[in-house]
């Protein structure tokens, strides 16, 4: 009898790593990138994508944007080992994101998060409509001010996005930028933001909009993913967001700060893939 529990147990684990229990996803060695520009209005997103050298006809996408001030290379460590894990994956940089984005068409003083909401919204529709992408299986992923346009993104847009994965998301820019002007005509015309020169039309609606509530209305699969010791975007919200989400699950990691550095980023690597895995 023992024998036999054992064996059961063997050829269960076997058939649920080739995919007959409903787990079939690609484990690639290697990831095949190449560039991909996406233009809507006057605007040139510019991105990267990564793909798995060996690929189903049709894959699971997950779309990942980056916080402000940044561009694609702070998304690229979660890309390239999504992609190895069977997603094609796509970084790109927001339009105005950033003094050293490649993308064109905004500079900073006219992005804001709700222009960054289109620019996602744009990618969103690309890649959907690819040949090689399984329309219904599109997650997005955001660090930071990323983060809080995924999440607005996927609020507005219900049965588009599959899943969301939201890294030290800045649930705080509402209650920030309330914090500093009551109006927006207290708002100079340059604004230095955490390093990133901004203009009036960064907190025109964020002045009258309760952006935590309009970003948290996303009812599919949610992960955030926060560090204790976050010191610009507080643990707090996290907390917050979570509890806002129909579905949301809240991993902490202990002592990390904002952006993840050292070893925090190969712990939310690992967290993002166990949730894509259980929710593909």
Not at 194 to 202: A, D, F, I, L
């Amino acid at each position: 009898m023992r024998f036999i529990q054992i064996l059961s147990i063997f050829f269960a684990s076997l058939f649920a790593s080739f995919g007959l229990f409903g787990i079939n996803r690609v484990h690639a060695a290697s990831v095949n990138e190449k560039s991909l520009n996406i233009r809507y209005k006057d605007i040139k997103l510019v991105g990267h994508l990564y793909v798995p050298e060996h690929h189903e006809e049709q894959m699971p996408a997950v779309i990942l944007s980056h916080g402000l001030g940044g561009d694609y290379t702070q998304m690229e460590p979660y890309a390239k080992a999504l992609a190895k894990q069977g997603y094609l994956t796509y970084a790109y940089d927001f339009a105005g994101g950033s003094s050293n984005s490649a993308s064109t068409g905004r500079n900073t003083r006219q992005m804001s998060v709700f222009t960054e909401e289109e620019d996602l919204t744009a990618v969103l529709n690309n890649i959907r409509q690819r040949s090689d992408v399984d329309a219904s299986k599109v997650s997005l992923v955001g660090a930071s001010q990323g983060g809080l346009v995924s999440a607005l993104t996927a609020s507005q847009h219900q049965r588009e996005v599959h899943s969301l994965g939201l890294l030290y998301p800045a649930f705080s820019a509402g209650d920030e930028a309330q914090s500093r002007y009551s109006s927006i005509n207290e708002v100079p015309q340059s604004v230095n933001l955490y390093g990133t020169e901004v203009g009036r039309p960064y907190y025109r609606r964020l002045l009258k909009t309760n952006v935590m509530n309009l970003a948290t209305r996303y009812n599919g699969p949610t992960i955030i993913i926060h560090g204790s010791a976050d010191r610009i975007v507080p643990v707090r919200y996290a907390r917050q967001a979570a509890q806002k989400f129909p579905h949301a699950q809240l991993e902490i990691i202990k002592g990390a700060n904002h952006d993840f550095p050292g070893s925090a980023e190969g712990k939310s690597i690992r967290m993002l893939d166990r949730f894509f895995e259980q929710h593909q």
